[in-house]
């Protein structure tokens, strides 16, 4: 018997193929150089974070009043919570304070600390596939169960399916606009239907079901600025990070929301505070937290995601890939010509294009494409789609 943990050697054997995909990148770039290796499988965005990130290190680093990298108050520094309880504001109008935002490492540890704190023993989560499947993982960690529901063929929400779902032991449903990994984004309209079957649902089985909305995406945006599910969804909690829209996804610097009238704020509050000790987190980095508020509004340039992603809509429409246009984010869900998606995962592999299986994601019969590289590179690419379409 292994001294390691079984349920830790099942996730191994089931190991995430996004993870194994870059492994094998990585492989192929060390036998046969970068550049001939065409590596679409991870959301690791290749751009550089926005100048004014630099800037305000650099302005830190030279600060000689002390106490930079000490411990701070459990949520988080609260200049920093101030900072984004205003921009949650100037969006949603709601009055949110600082009391309201816990800062965490990244989405991932923002949604660990959020399903500890709401999680007994067997209580079911609902995902919409398809997926971000590290959420499985996530909610088992705190003793949960996931509950896959069927997204609609072009990937909207499914109100009869969402519906179906809920029981007495659905605690909670995770959403993520926009989409890893279909690029879809939900209208006003959508989130404004969900949150009305979530209160009815709710005062059916005789208890809240929070609704997580995972945003890391949110500005990565190709439609303009978003609905805000705060808007349309009181018992909702906001689990971003800075990892995209910053391109800073090695830094770990992410935050929490909650409506300031969900049902047990207060409560819900004081169980993520616990939660994000127990789980050794403290809270989110401190130089990351201090960056936050000096940079403003400052982002990634969309230029070059826009760019790719308009080359790769329309080259693989023209070589007849059945492809769902992006509203966000920076992939493309694309339906495999074959229907064995790992098989088309295989050949495409033989020609050093890099992509992940739709099943990695719960949906089979489809691959995703992560376009967060150089458009030089994405260009270079087509002519192996076309190869491989030509050739099946
Ligand atoms: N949620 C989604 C949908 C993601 O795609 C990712 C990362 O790719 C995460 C959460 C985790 O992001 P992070 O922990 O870096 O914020």
Redesign the pocket.
Known sequence: MSGVSQKILDSMEASSWIRKMFEEGAKRAAEIGAENVFDFSI?NPVFEPPKEVNEALAQLATIDTGGLHRYMPNQGLPETRDYIAGKLNSETGLGLTNNEIIMS???????NTVLKALLNPSEEVIVLVP??V?YDHYISNHGGVHKRVETNEDFSLNFENIAAAINKRTKAIII?SP??PTGVVYSATELQQLGQLLLKKSAEIGHTITLLS?E??RRISYVGELPNILNHYKNSIII??F??DLAL?GE?I?YMAVHPEHAEKDLLIQAAVIALRILGFVNAPAIWQRVLPMIGDAMVDLTPYQANKDILVNGLREMGYQVTEPGG?FYLFVKSPIADDAEFIALAQKENLLLVPGRAFGRPGYFRISFCFATEKIEKSLPIFQKLIVSL
Not at 105 to 111: E, H, I, K, R, Y
């Open positions: 959301g490492v990244g989405a991932g540890g923002g949604l997926y971000f590290e993520n989409n890893n995972d890391p995406y971003t990070s990892s995209k996804p770990r992410g984010a």
